[in-house]
């Protein structure tokens, strides 16, 4: 048990110069503050507009329009705009955009 102690002791352990590099990391990583990340689904499907909205290409056009009449193709090609509820949690998932 004596042996272990002085073990300790020589090695530093037990005076606490062990962790004086760790602690003084941690203190100034205390100061920074968290990044965000961006939701990478949202990136993707979504574009960023000057005056606050967002928009994107609506979906169903890509395959399978045979069937389709061509008013609804030609609907489906145009662009969506967010509406304010979709905003809101766009600027969330979105935020340095």
């Not at 073990?7 to 760790?22: E, I, K, N, P």
């Not at 100034?28 to 949202?42: E, F, P, R, V, W």
């Not at 069937?67 to 340095?96: C, D, E, F, W």
């Amino acid at each position: 048990m004596l042996a272990h102690a002085s073990l300790l002791v020589s090695s530093g352990l037990q005076t606490g110069t062990f962790f004086r590099f760790s602690r003084s990391f941690a203190a100034s990583a205390a100061n920074l503050k968290y990044k965000l990340k961006t939701h990478s689904g949202t990136k993707k499907r979504w574009t960023a507009l000057p005056n606050g909205l967002f928009k994107r290409g609506k979906v169903g056009k890509v395959h399978l329009n045979t069937h389709k009449g061509s008013a609804r193709v030609n609907s489906l090609a145009q662009t969506a705009y967010s509406i304010p509820s979709q905003t809101a949690r766009l600027k969330r998932l979105m935020p340095y955009v």
